[in-house]
Every structure is written in C-alpha cells, then in structure tokens.
C-alpha cells in the first residue's frame, strides 16, 4: 500500500503554485476544522464527528480489462475483491432525517493481495461544496447556532454565501434535488481527480462516479412528507434479501485543461468513458459493532496504480480525518 504524507496542515500545500487568495490567510488546520464541526452538530462520544449517521454493507467488487489499460492497480484485476462499504448522511447529526436535502456518502474499502487496501470516499453530488479547506471552515463558523436562537445566523450564512461562490453549485444542486429513495437508487461520485499510471508508467487524470444498476430514483415531493426519518437503512437491508445490488464504476478520463485540483468544477460531460468494474453489495445492517464502524475510509489511502493529485482539499481529507478517528477511538 502507498500512501500519501499527510499533511500537518494546510501550510504545505500554500506553495503549489495557482492557488487562489486565501493562501494568504492562517493555515486551516484539522484539529481547527474538526472542532467547526463540533461547534455545529455536538459531538457525539465514539462516533464520527462528520457523516455520523451510516449503515454498514459488504460484497465484492471485479475490475475491467479496459481499465487495467490504463491502471496497474490490483484493484482492475479482473478478481474478485472483497469489500467493507459504510452508506451515510453527511453532518454530524445521528438523528438527521433521511429526507434531509443534504449529500449522501458512499465509502469502499477494497481487500487486495497481501494485505493491502484501498479505500474511497464519495458523496451523491457530482461536485464538492468548497475548492479548499477555507471555505469549509467558514461554512462550519457561519451553521454554528446561534444560542440565543438555536440557528444560524442568517447574517453570517449571507456573508458566508457571498464570499465564497465556490459553494455555489453544490448548495444549488442540493436544493434543486429531493434526496435519493434509497441507497441503491443513487450514483455516487469520487468528487476529486485522481490520476491512473499504467505499467509502463503513463498517467492519465481520472474522475470516477459509481451508476446504480437498479437506476436512479429521487423521492417525489409527496414522498417527502410521508418518509420515516430512518428509511435508507431498511430499504438497504429488504433491496438486498432480494439479490446483490450492483454499481458500475464509470471512469471519465481527462484532456488537457481540465481541471484537476478544484473539486467543484464538474469535467465536460463530452469526455471518454470507460467501464472500470462492477460493485455487488450482498449484505447490510446497522453500524453499530460492525465491520466498517472502525474503518477510517481515507480517500489517500490507494494502491500503486493510482495516485492522488494537488487537490487541496484532497490533500487536506487525510488529516481531518485522523483527528475525528482519533477522537472516536478515544471515545471522545
């Protein structure tokens, strides 16, 4: 397994070159944004501190030879490859409603030879609500309750939203969108571009979406108001007593001047498309005591074949991660 330095915080990635203005500002550290998020929902003692509430899941997943021509990785094998998934709300709500008009996760650990893994973490948005760590805290400070009301700031939130149009397309799809029926009935995108490096060495910008074979399908209006707060997880677990529930994963690949360090900025929908492999999710069932509650899903943590890019916000996962894993481990 090869794994990307995590970095201590954003210090590191202000030397890239191109990156916009708020460079200049304080380094947004972990620890800093971790506790935004505390600031918004509480925290709750051994959880996650973001995507808290979640369902668990296992199956398998088979690679393509089309895509092992383009990716050395184990993971395009052609073997099948056992598979810890975790399905999830995003926030750090454990009560959040499922028709709630907020982004749903789907993350994958992949079991390869000799121990390794692969790990991914994805959200049913086609884009990602901040191009670097900055927005994501002012987010953070702008939702955090105002005690005398228990809400927002409305002031806050319009300041935060004319600062920061980098927030714009993800906060508009969201709105635009009901949320999925179930689990099964939404795609799932990888958000940022990663590149694949095939055996002789060439490398090619990727971004990836997982299409449910049973099809999308959105709550209607009326079912809003009729669903139960928790029935993503019973609708996972009756779908699959009727047989696995199979995702693709489409690889787009990328061309010249397409964006490959801002995670809001969809591709064209014009570029070539490859089928990488097919996921099959044969069993779920509550989080609690199950396999994938003690699983990080860090999206850096990959195997050779497949390498992150300068994203900054990718780059910044890895340790927001580790100090909410930290917590939770600790009971915190």
């Keep these: 397994m090869t794994r990307t330095p995590l970095p201590h915080a954003i210090a590191g990635i202000l030397a890239l070159a191109g990156l ?5 500002d304080p380094e947004v550290t972990a620890p800093q944004v971790v506790e935004a998020i505390e600031g918004v929902f509480g925290a709750t003692p051994g959880e996650r501190r973001n995507h808290t509430k979640g369902t668990c899941a296992a199956g398998e997943f088979v690679g393509t030879p089309e895509a092992a021509r383009y990716s050395r990785s184990a993971l395009f ?4 490859l056992p598979v810890i998934a ?3 709300l995003s926030g750090g709500n454990p009560k959040a409603p499922d028709t709630a008009k907020s982004a749903r996760g789907m993350a994958l650990q992949f079991a390869l030879p000799e121990g390794q893994v692969h790990q991914m973490a994805m959200l049913n948005t086609p ?3 901040a191009a670097h760590p900055q927005t994501f805290l002012d987010l953070m400070q702008a939702l955090r309750p105002d005690p005398a009301t228990g809400k927002p700031d409305p002031e806050k939130m319009k300041a935060f939203k004319a600062g920061h149009p980098d927030n714009l397309a993800q906060a508009q799809y969201l709105a635009g969108n009901n949320p999925p029926a179930s689990y099964s009935r939404s795609s799932y995108w990888g958000i940022h571009t990663f590149r694949f490096v095939d055996g002789k060495g060439r490398v090619t910008p990727v971004r990836w979406r997982f299409v449910p074979q049973d099809g999308e399908q ?3 209006d009326a079912e809003m ?3 139960g707060r928790d029935f993503l997880e019973q609708t996972l677990v009756e779908r699959i007593k009727q047989g696995p529930v199979r995702w693709d994963m489409l690889v787009s690949l990328g061309e010249p001047g397409d964006p490959q360090d801002n995670p809001t900025l969809p591709w064209p929908a014009t570029r070539k498309e490859i089928k990488a492999g ?3 999710i044969t069993s779920a069932k509550p989080q ?3 396999e994938c509650e003690a699983v990080n899903f860090d999206p850096l943590v990959m195997t050779d074949g497949i390498e992150p890019t300068d994203d900054p916000v990718l780059q910044f996962r890895s340790a927001a991660y580790a100090v909410s894993y930290g917590k939770r481990l600790g009971g915190q």
């Excluded at 094998?77 to 099948?80: D, H, I």
């Design 127 to 129: 884009m990602f609500g």
């Design 225 to 227: 108001k009729g669903a």
């Design 218 to 220: 959105r709550l209607s």
């Design 288 to 290: 609690k005591g199950a």
């Design 20 to 24: 916009p203005a708020w460079a200049a």
């Design 77 to 80: 094998s052609g073997k099948p």
């Design 278 to 280: 097919t996921l099959s």
């Design 86 to 88: 975790r399905f999830s």
